[in-house]
């Protein structure tokens, strides 16, 4: 009881094919996939680009501190 059985489901899904149509349903469809696999995308991206700052930031920060030291080796 209170829950929304399966038959009340079906007559939702047909009063919404009915007022938007079907093309409609699925141009929103197509669209939500799309902004749903551009969103995968770019978190992927940002990811990638997270480790590759932090790989360079690491040689970076090495390379600085083998030029302090050859600086003082000479000094």
Known sequence: ???????????IAIIVVL???TKKLRGI?????GAIKG???A????DK???RH????DAT?????????????KK
Request: proline share 0%; hydrophobic share 30%.
């Open 61 to 73: 920060f090495s390379s600085e501190k083998k030029t302090s030291e050859t600086v003082e080796e």
């Open 54 to 57: 932090d790989e360079t930031k």
């Open 1 to 11: 009881m209170g829950g929304i059985s399966i038959w009340q489901l079906g007559i």
């Open 39 to 41: 969103f995968k995308k």
């Open 43 to 46: 978190m992927k991206e940002e």
């Open 19 to 21: 007022l938007f149509g």
């Open 49 to 51: 680009s997270l480790n």
């Open 29 to 33: 469809g197509e669209d939500l996939g």
